[in-house]
């Protein structure tokens, strides 16, 4: 979804600090800020850089083409995107948000946590693109611990606690 609280802006501004680089930034939703994003894309002169791809259900087959997924929100309730990367083994890259972040990141443990700014994101993403193995390795272990937010672990502790009750 391309609303405000999923600060896309913030990617654009990180990665317009590394235009010289060779990437391709895959924006995936749809929403009321998807005009002002691709203006801004435009001024940023990131056209050849970012492409967007609407809102698309069958998310899996273009996430395992990436190397690297961003996660910029402010607000996340449990961001199943960045459990969905975790679990196909993308290196994950969050803003330290309020929600399910640090559960399923482990505060930095299993993914790259940055502070809510877009200089801090591209020293990041910058420091991936030159090392990228800490980032892999992280992204193996997080691979492990995702597997304890599907669906038969969930229905147990929901059981365990139906039973307590």
């Known amino acids: 979804r391309l609303s405000k609280e999923k600060r896309i802006d913030q990617i654009l501004f990180a990665i317009h600090k ?18 002002k994003l691709k203006k801004l894309v435009k001024s940023l002169k990131l056209v050849n850089k970012v492409k967007f791809h609407g809102l698309n259900k069958k ?5 395992k083409k990436c190397n690297l997924y961003i996660n910029s929100s402010y607000f996340e309730g449990f961001p199943n995107s960045v459990a969905e990367a975790a679990y196909l083994g993308i290196p994950v890259i969050a803003s330290q948000s309020h929600g ?3 559960e399923i990141l482990s505060y930095g443990k299993f993914g790259t946590i940055y502070k809510n700014n877009h200089i801090e994101l591209s020293k990041k993403i910058k420091n991936y693109i030159k090392n990228p193995k800490p980032f892999l390795n992280k992204a193996k272990l997080a691979k492990k611990n995702v597997m304890k937010f599907n669906l038969q672990n969930n229905i147990k502790n929901y059981e365990k606690l139906f039973i307590t009750i």
């Open 18 to 35: 590394l235009r010289k680089t060779r990437f391709i930034l895959h924006i995936v939703g749809d929403g009321y800020e998807k005009n």
């Open 59 to 63: 998310i899996f087959p273009l996430l």
């Open 100 to 102: 399910g972040i640090n």
